[in-house]
């Protein structure tokens, strides 16, 4: 069988000790990122190499990306990888060369129909499990064995409908690091959902720009009216983190049953939804690309792809119960439009941020404390940039959103 790819140690990032050791401050002496994180193209290689290649990453929704019987070429850093799912569901991932003389096996987009996998230069032939089936005139050479000869596997691993991959082979197994997650998520039991609609940005931003803008309402009063009219932006509580995510809730407003321009919720809720999350939703980050914001009757999620330091490929999707999907009068469009507007007010700020923060008088600033969410994900940043990979967020003293939680955890 393949075997794994040779695992790789993580190495501190290419910043000087004393500014990395700012982002693991506490409390209020917390400090935004400082602009070489924005713009470096030796940092921006870095976290490419160490944080997307190095560690599990979120590609999307494994049923969008592709159904089983299929093979598709994706670019995971800057690599490329052929997944490969089986008529029976099974997803396999490998590196896209072949193992003659290295050919790309698959065109980087293409997604095809096959239930082989055939080299375009001198025809050896894998099977979907990656095994050499055929080499031409050497399968007949005595002492050449095709068992020798299997695609490298990539860990790829399934979670709740999402595919993530590990190109490196380092670390934990993908549940191990993502801790209690999907028991927060269970009564959404997003493994059955089905991605709906889909739109596609490019931000002129940086991606942990458009992260660290996630995971704060503080700028909400200015730039997002239409969002403040249905959920208060200082509302919500912080959910204390076991794994490589952070986040918390936001509640909605008396008059609102779920975000949409008028609050009015058009679509039945979840069918087991815990009652404590009727009257919230939830904003998640998984490191390093994946943020799902979980709303009472659907989840949106945004996957990020880098495309340079200053530019970040982002996918939103909506997801929906498949029997709500199913309906001749499905219209999701009052969760999509009130999101793309959202999503857009964003954009323009994170790339106002960009922009700035490129400018020679930046400098790291002060955070609010209704940004404490931030100093969580710096403190992870921070960590990943020591080259000990994603921790999970520390509690955050200062932080006013944490309720019910044992006074020795603060
Ligand atoms: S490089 Fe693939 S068959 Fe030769
Ligand atoms: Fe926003």
């Known amino acids: 069988m393949a075997k794994w790819r040779k695992v790789t140690g993580m190495n501190p990032a290419p910043l000087p000790t004393e500014t990395i050791e ?6 209020g002496q917390s400090r935004t990122l400082p602009a070489d994180a924005y713009s470096s193209a030796d940092l921006y290689a870095w976290e490419k190499n160490m944080l997307f290649e190095g560690g599990w990453i979120c590609l999307g929704r494994l049923d969008e990306l592709l159904s089983p019987g299929q093979l598709r070429a994706i670019e995971l850093g800057a690599e490329t990888i052929l997944l490969s799912r089986q008529p029976t569901g099974q997803v396999a991932a490998f590196s896209n060369v072949c193992r003659h003389r290295g050919h790309e096996l698959l065109a980087v987009g293409k997604r095809v129909d096959a239930r082989q996998i055939r080299c375009p230069y001198h025809s050896w032939a894998y099977r979907v499990d990656g095994t050499l089936r055929t080499a031409p ?11 020798d000869w299997p695609l490298q596997s990539v860990r790829v691993a399934e979670w709740l409908g999402w595919l993530f991959v590990n190109s490196s082979g380092d670390g934990d197994t993908l549940e191990a690091t993502l801790g209690s997650l999907g028991t927060v998520l269970a009564s959404y039991e997003p493994a059955r959902l089905v991605s709906a609609v889909k739109h596609d940005y490019e931000v002129a931003a940086n991606w942990k720009l458009i992260a660290e803008n996630y995971l704060e309402c503080y700028h909400c009063t200015t730039i997002h009216p239409a969002l403040c009219e249905v959920s208060p932006p200082s509302s919500g509580r912080s959910i204390p983190s076991d794994g490589m995510w952070c986040g918390g809730t936001m509640d909605l407003k008396p008059q609102a049953e779920t975000m949409s321009f008028s609050g009015e919720r058009r679509l039945p809720r979840f069918r087991n939804l815990d009652p404590g999350l009727e009257r919230e939703v939830l904003y998640l980050l998984v490191m390093p690309n994946l943020f799902i914001s979980a709303h009472p009757d659907y989840l949106m999620t945004h996957t990020l792809t880098p495309a340079s330091p200053g530019r970040t490929r982002i996918v939103c999707e909506w997801l929906f119960a498949p029997e709500v999907v199913e309906q001749d009068d499905f219209d999701p469009s009052y969760a999509v439009d009130f999101w793309d507007q959202t999503n857009q007010e964003d954009w323009v700020a994170c790339e106002g941020v960009q922009r700035g923060a490129s400018n020679r008088g930046f400098q790291p600033g002060p955070l609010s404390s209704w940004e404490s969410s931030l100093a969580k ?12 990979g994603f921790v999970p967020p520390p509690l955050v003293e200062w932080d006013p959103y944490i309720d019910g939680l044992d006074d020795t955890l603060r």
């Open 377 to 388: 994900f710096h403190a992870m940043i921070g960590r990943a940039y020591l080259g000990e």
């Open 22 to 27: 700012k982002l693991l401050l506490s409390g």
């Open 137 to 147: 005139t050497l399968t007949q050479s005595p002492g050449f064995d095709v068992a």
